[in-house]
């Protein structure tokens, strides 16, 4: 008897002295290691990319020795040159929190209640950042009934720890990564991470290698893995468009080397209806017809259109957050995921046709087919003559994937256009999706 008692009091003796050990060495997310730090946008609660080898690393003492566990993984590597740097193997998707350590110097940093899913950086000016309690009641009451949700995780450099998404902090979330977050999450079932780093009233040559907004917003979140980049820019580009689609290539190379993914799915998104003083230039116009030069362009990129954005033409930051950023997770599952039966895509021009009555335009991409949701007629053709000067033309649908510009003179007609202007108002769609403008000029 007396042996089994010092047998149980050695144990637990045993026991505390380990407990006690662990917790010496041991430090939570918000202190630093002696020897080396990790990433400032590893946190609690955060969300690995599925799917990927994830880098994971941080700077450091050279000559230490670092080791990271995870996910039944062991990996190991030194700091050379004062940082460090290991990949963990590609995962699949879990919904279950894991802790992840980091040791170095003979103390343990730990991670809690890490995700692996879908993660993905958000990037650009003020419309990606633009919190949801801007937009007023109306848009708060249309994220209420998705805003409880353990399995989205937002993270944030200021907190450190990844944020929660819940009803008492979704006023805060940027309301178009939360729209994207919340449908994302909805079709695919798995874990959504987002990263958001945007900076207001700014051209895209801020964000190259480089500049200011690039070492402070961009280089500090590289080589973090991400699924795809998901980018909203292009406003304060509207008064020079000619030089967008160069610096558009140079972007999304700058992010991908940066993200170490050469082929990272990137998806833009279209200028919102905007127009100053509400007057009809071509400077938004112009800047939409760009972003689709950028899309044929660039391989593994996409775009998501927003003309039906607002009639409210003073509103540089529109109010339909929600269903853009639906639209944009749904174009992630279609196009990027291959999830069936689901629509994100837009219909695009594909060529214009002289007949006896008129203009037959086709267009690519068609899901559903094409309808209107007002009227007979499909309002924003355009055609001029020689001049080319264009005025209003009367259309109508014609099949699934067709729409008839009518006219009495076809021959005279030499160019077509559709919603090239600031504000279009429009009424065709692909079951929910609006289709994409065009300006088209007959070779002869």
Known sequence: MKMLIKKSVKTVALFLMFMLLLTSCSVRRGDKLEDVQINQFFGNNMVLARNKKVAVFGTGKDGTAVEVNFNGQT?????????????LDEMEANTQGQNLYVHAGGKTQIITNVLIGEVWFCSGQSNMFY??????????EEFVPDADNPLIRVGSVQNMDWTVSA???IKNQPAYSAA???????LTGVPVGVIVRSVGGSSITYFLEGTPIYNTYIKPVMPFTFNGILWY?????????DTYLNYFKQLTTTYRN???DPDMPFVATQLANYSLAGIQDRQWSDMR??????????????????????????KIHPDNKKSLGTRAANLVCEKILGLKDIYGTSPRFEKAERTENGILITFLGVNTGLTLNSGEAVTEFRVCGEDKVFYDATAKVVSKNQVLVESENPAAIKGVSYCDVSVPYINMYDGENPVFNFQYYFED
């Open 75 to 87: 990996k190991n590597t030194v700091v050379e040159n004062g940082k460090w740097k290991l990949y």
């Open 131 to 140: 919190p949801v309690k801007e937009y007023g009641n109306r848009m708060y």
């Open 167 to 169: 009803l008492d902090n």
């Open 180 to 186: 994207f977050s919340e449908q994302l999450q909805k």
């Open 233 to 241: 820019q292009g406003e304060n580009d509207t008064t020079h468009t």
């Open 258 to 260: 940066g993200f170490e």
């Open 289 to 314: 017809l760009v972003q689709l030069q950028c899309l044929d362009a660039v391989a593994n990129s996409y775009l998501v259109c927003q003309l039906e954005s607002t009639r409210d033409a003073v």
